[in-house]
């Protein structure tokens, strides 16, 4: 397959995957010459999707591969720098990465989040290097995921937007200061999904509530376990 090919493909796939959740509507464009990014998908408070209900956008970008074992639940991929660079400038982003085989006819979603706290982790070990690494995982088929995948990447990304490029204190400066007043682990959800659950599968970031500073201040850092 040619290029052309390639991108149109995974384009129209993850558009068809994300229109299959009604919260959520694609506006992203085949043979898009945006530097950077494809497009955006627009996140709504309910299954309507009118203008008065939207809750906002997430800019997208999507990457087509020709691959012939569709079979893995992670995948790693190589990101210019540049273009990591710019979504933590833009506020975040969502990256897709579609392996596409068969001459077309098979096609497999993988995502990663990047929110500004998860692109300052990634970039901090890419010092002087004009690729990075990054691990996605496989897009889900439930309609309730996919959306909540997206609420929750939004409502991150709102939070830490005033903290892209602030310098951020370690919880133990923090408390070493005495200004901690507590920490939170937000999670967002949509539709049946159960929070509690939700918070187990999703990716998560960690807040610190700060004496005197109306704002929770992100952590840099990614919980695992």
Not at 39 to 59: E, F, H, S
């Amino acid at each position: 397959m040619n290029y052309i090919q390639i991108e149109t493909f995974a384009i129209n796939a993850v558009k068809d995957s994300i229109l299959m959740s009604g919260y959520l509507t694609p506006f992203i464009n085949d043979n898009d010459k945006e530097p950077t990014w494809d497009g955006a998908v627009y996140i709504y408070k309910d299954k309507n999707c009118t203008k008065n209900k939207l809750k906002g956008r997430l800019p997208v970008q999507v990457k087509g591969k020709e691959c012939k074992d569709l079979s893995k639940e992670e995948i790693s991929y190589s990101m210019s720098v540049v273009d990591l660079n710019n979504y933590l400038d833009d506020g975040g982003a969502i990256l897709f990465v579609v392996y596409i085989g068969n001459g077309g006819l098979c096609k497999k979603i993988y995502y990663i989040e990047l929110p500004p706290i998860k692109l300052r982790v990634e970039l901090n070990t890419a010092k002087g290097q004009k690729t990075k690494t990054l691990k996605l995982k496989e897009f889900p088929t439930d309609s309730n995921k996919k959306a909540s995948i997206f609420l929750n990447c939004y409502e991150n990304c709102r939070r830490q937007a005033s903290f892209s490029s602030a310098s951020l204190l370690t919880l133990d400066e923090l408390q070493e200061q005495d200004v901690l007043e507590g920490i939170t682990v937000p999670i967002s959800t949509i539709g049946t999904e159960d929070p509690k659950l939700a918070l187990l599968s999703s990716e998560v970031y960690v807040y610190a509530n700060i004496k005197g500073s109306p704002i929770p201040q992100p952590l840099e850092m990614i919980p695992i376990n």
